[in-house]
């Protein structure tokens, strides 16, 4: 019995190693800047583009941090995109999603004695573009739709910058 779970362990492990090795994407990290409602927030970050799973679809793991309205929020996301191409276009819109854990401090006034910090698990829909530029990197700009106690809504740009 534990001879199959490593064995499956092991396959687990070099399926998704070899589906990156083969990317027609390539690899990249960047940083990430935007707004968000609910709350009204300065959103800055950062994302790692580890390329294609499958045809079209990539994984983008990001780590994002929230100020103002007495919060700071940081936001670990999995989200997965799925690309389309626009024939004649170097435009490549996306849509996707993904689960966000965020981890929400509140800045309480000094007479309030309860829990100022909270986790909270969400998902995200997510709906964006990528645009290459002439040096090889890559722009984005990205709607992201939350579903749960985590922000209602992110506008964000960034770039990505292969590794």
């Known amino acids: 019995m534990l001879r199959r779970f490593l064995a499956f362990a092991l396959v687990a492990l070099v399926v998704p190693a070899a589906a990156l090795a083969q990317s027609r994407v390539g690899n990249a990290?960047?940083?990430?800047?935007?707004?968000?409602?609910?709350?009204?927030?300065?959103?800055?970050?950062?994302?790692?583009?580890?390329?294609?799973?499958a045809p079209d679809i990539t994984f983008t793991p990001n780590l994002e941090f929230g100020f103002g309205d007495d919060f700071l929020v940081v936001a670990v996301n999995g989200d997965l995109h799925y690309h389309f191409l626009i024939q004649g276009s170097q435009w490549r819109p996306y849509v996707g999603g993904g689960l966000g854990i965020?981890?929400?401090?509140?800045?309480?006034?000094?007479?309030?004695?309860?829990?100022?910090?909270?986790?909270e698990v969400g998902a995200n829909l997510i709906l964006g573009a990528i645009v290459p530029t002439r040096t090889g990197s890559r722009f984005f700009t990205e709607m992201k739709f939350g579903i749960g106690d985590i922000p209602e809504f992110k506008w964000l740009v960034g770039w990505n910058f292969g590794m």
């Open 29 to 53: 990290i960047g940083p990430r800047v935007g707004l968000s409602s609910d709350p009204d927030q300065l959103v800055l970050g950062g994302q790692l583009d580890l390329g294609e799973l």
């Open 102 to 119: 965020n981890f929400i401090d509140w800045d309480a006034p000094a007479w309030y004695r309860g829990d100022t910090s909270e986790t």
